[in-house]
């Protein structure tokens, strides 16, 4: 549909609102703006489409633990508002227990565990998960928590072979991790896990 130059206008004053940017920074250049800002106005584009999904690829990584918080908890606000559903693709588990209704942890490229995040991180299955969230740091000097070290070298994703290709890597392997390929299964509760153990 055609818009005026006043409508797009209007359309752009909108969209920073509801993103939470002053009006007086309309024109300003990215330079001026800091990380939390820019990445607004990265969310304000993505609304001006009116969309019924948004890929969030690392949307907070870059930021200060402050703004990242301000940054989830618009991007939350604006799900119920406007009942968008989010593909977050992260590093950081932290955010994704505090953001995400289901998970998929991915392994070079495949999806090795799924399930709900309550789940996921309550009764993680798949040895790489669990090395993963072992990894995560407490705020809490006295927490005791045992991390699970990843050793072995990174498989190449060029022709990959048809095993685990987490088997370079994993303690648990066998030799039938080396001969093919885990499927992913359900175990119950929506608990997807691929591992030749389970
Ligand atoms: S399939 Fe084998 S190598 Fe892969 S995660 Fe499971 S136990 Fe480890």
Redesign the pocket.
């Known amino acids: 549909m055609h818009k005026t130059k006043a409508e797009k206008k209007a359309h752009v004053e909108k969209l920073m609102e509801i993103v939470g940017l002053a009006p007086r920074l309309a024109n300003v250049y990215p330079h001026e703006l800091d990380g939390g800002r820019r990445q607004r106005i990265g969310i304000a584009r993505a609304l001006a489409l009116d969309p019924k999904l948004i890929v969030c690829d690392e949307p907070v990584s870059a930021l200060d633990v402050s703004i990242q918080a301000q940054v989830l908890n618009l991007l939350r606000e604006l799900q119920k508002e406007y009942n968008i559903a989010y593909i977050f693709i992260t590093h950081d588990l932290s955010v994704v227990n505090h953001f995400s209704d289901d998970i998929a942890v991915m392994y070079l490229g495949q999806i090795?565990e799924k399930a709900p995040s309550k789940e996921l991180f309550n009764n993680p299955v798949?040895?790489?998960t669990k090395a993963l969230l072992s990894a995560i740091p407490i705020p809490d000097p006295d927490a005791q928590v045992e991390q699970i070290p990843l050793k072995g070298e990174i498989s190449s994703p060029i022709n990959m072979a048809r095993?685990?290709?987490?088997?370079a890597r994993?303690?648990?392997?066998?030799e039938?991790?080396?001969a093919s390929t885990?499927e992913l299964v359900n175990r119950g509760d929506e608990h997807f896990v691929?591992?030749?153990?389970?």
Do not use: E, K, R, S
Request: aromatic share 18%; net charge negative.
């Open positions: 090795v798949h040895p790489y095993d685990c290709h987490f088997a994993c303690p648990y392997a066998t039938v991790c080396h885990p691929a591992c030749h153990l389970f």
